[in-house]
């Protein structure tokens, strides 16, 4: 076993395999050039910062992540949430939460709790997934259109109808130069595929400004400043404990949208790669990045599916890939940074544009409303709408509740008692005594336990012996125990002998333990 994984690495780290690593890291590098920055902005961040994020997040989810291939940063389902954060607490208050979400992602993994993120419905992952991509996509209209309306943190209704309104004074500059950039995304990978279609289309657009030099198109540059040719550097963040008061809300939700997300690129990563990730070292490699990411200028990252299958597709099997892809990125800032100021708002804006199409899953997402039952389609369109209307944390949550409660009402309706009677002698005698044998179906939990005891209140007066045969008894929970626990204590004082018989090891251990059976 030894030799085989000593083989296995030494091919792993060959020169032929690290040369193919470097170049699935640059080709990475590229895609994830424009992506970060449009990322960053619409995150209410700069566009350096997005990079920071990438650069810092990429490195530490390889090295010290659960899967050999993940590729870190900033991501479009981060958007919404973190553009609220920083609407309402600033960059810095977005750098804390983000570090505190990694501290609390660092101890979920430490608790091994890696496996419960499984646990959430498919149905509220897609529903609350496309309502983020509903929100990018018109959260972007601003600047791919040129309009000038101030949208602030309004609701998603008022921030629609203020973009609809504002239609009519569209910038047609601005507009032309974001179709040109919508249809080299759409039309380019059919034809070219080896060069990555954001890149085409943020060299083309940028191009044209720079030649044409349209007034009224927003840039980089007249948006954001210079952009700075420099490195990540380390700086403390001002936390302290009102800080932590205020943004542990924030932090949690970072926390766990990083979490899900993560986990979710994991598994992709495992189905295309062949590999198996280790979900709990994942967290705690998430969390590492969103720790360190803030503090070199950055904000929250998590594992980005796009980039991911890109160094998978290109050859990357291992963490020289990630780091590559950070190396590659630390060069375009020092050398190619004076250039980044014509890159037009409303190209970035079409790239959003195409990430929202693609998280949507609308697809997936008609696949389940055709062939899911009816109670799993209200989950999606729960989880959908509260998305977009109120805010993911409800969204979640309220999800997550829902179908909990419509999953605990299925297994309840599975949960059978089936009674036999029968007639014992007594004492040798003509005098006979009523058994009564239940066979106790299904799980005995909270939800079950009102039916269990109307059962036996039925019949107190009817038997002198009771037996619950528990075959069929997977577990039983607290609420399960307590009810056996007064049936017993009430059959006793009326002299019904009671019997358990057919319990796994489980479920005796729990009936000795709270005294139901001796």
Not at 37 to 57: D, E, H, K, N, R
Not at 307 to 335: D, F, Y
């Amino acid at each position: 076993m030894i030799a085989w994984l000593e083989a296995k690495r030494a091919k792993l780290y060959s020169q032929s395999n690290i040369i193919q690593n470097i170049i699935a890291g640059i080709v990475v590098a590229i895609v994830a050039l424009p992506l970060s920055m449009a990322f960053s902005i619409a995150s209410g961040a700069t566009p350096q910062q997005g990079l920071y994020t990438a650069i810092v997040a990429a490195i530490c989810i390889s090295l010290f992540g659960g899967s050999r291939v993940q590729i870190g940063g900033p991501t479009g389902a981060f958007i919404v949430i973190l553009a609220g954060i920083t609407a309402r607490y600033g960059i810095t208050g977005l750098q804390i939460a983000s570090l505190m979400a990694g501290c609390i992602l660092v101890l979920m993994g430490l608790l091994r709790l890696g496996a419960v993120i499984k646990y959430i419905p498919e149905t509220v992952i897609v529903g609350f997934t496309a309502g983020i991509a509903v929100i990018i996509f018109v959260g972007q209209w601003k600047y791919f259109f040129g309009l000038n309306v101030q949208t602030g943190n309004m609701p998603f209704y008022l921030q629609f109808l203020a973009l609809v309104k504002s239609f009519s004074n569209l910038d047609v500059h601005t507009t032309l130069l974001g179709l040109v950039t919508l249809g080299i995304l759409i039309f380019w990978p059919r034809q070219l595929k080896k060069i990555p279609a954001p890149l085409a289309g943020l060299v083309a657009a940028t191009v044209l400004q720079t030649v044409f030099k349209f007034q009224s198109v927003a840039t980089l540059g007249s948006t954001f400043g210079a952009f700075p040719r420099s490195l990540p550097t380390f700086h403390f963040l001002p936390i302290g404990f009102p800080e932590i008061a205020s943004l542990m809300l924030p932090a949690f939700t970072i926390a766990m949208l990083g979490s899900i997300e993560s986990l979710l690129s994991a598994v992709v990563a495992d189905g295309m790669a062949g590999t198996r990730h280790h979900s709990n070292q994942e967290l705690i490699g998430q969390g590492i990045a969103n720790i360190l990411s803030p503090l070199f200028g950055g904000f929250a990252a998590t594992g980005a599916i796009a980039r991911t299958a890109t160094n998978i597709r290109n050859g990357g099997n291992c963490p020289i890939a990630g780091v590559t892809h950070s190396v590659v990125l630390c060069l375009i800032i020092l050398l190619l940074a004076p250039l980044a100021a014509n890159i037009p708002l409303c190209c970035l804006a079409a790239i959003l544009f195409v990430v929202a199409y693609n998280m949507s899953e609308w697809r997936r997402f008609i696949l389940l409303c055709r062939q899911s039952p009816s109670y799993d389609v209200l989950v999606l369109f729960v989880a959908f709408l509260l998305t977009v209307f109120v805010n993911l944390v409800v969204a979640v949550n309220i999800g997550i509740i829902l179908a909990t409660l419509i999953f605990m009402q299925r297994v309840s309706k599975t949960f059978v008692l089936e009674k036999h009677t029968s007639f014992i002698a007594h004492n040798n005698t003509s005098d006979c005594r009523k058994s009564i044998t239940f066979d106790v179906n299904g799980p005995l939990f909270f939800g079950v336990v009102s039916l269990f005891e109307q059962t036996m209140e039925s019949i107190h007066d009817e038997a002198a012996e009771v037996i619950f045969n528990m075959e069929a008894v997977p577990f039983i929970d607290g609420s399960g125990l307590i009810t056996l626990q007064e049936v017993v204590a009430s059959f006793r004082k009326k002299n019904v002998s009671v019997q358990f018989v057919g319990m796994n090891h489980r479920v005796e251990a729990k009936l000795r333990k709270s005294k139901v059976i001796t």
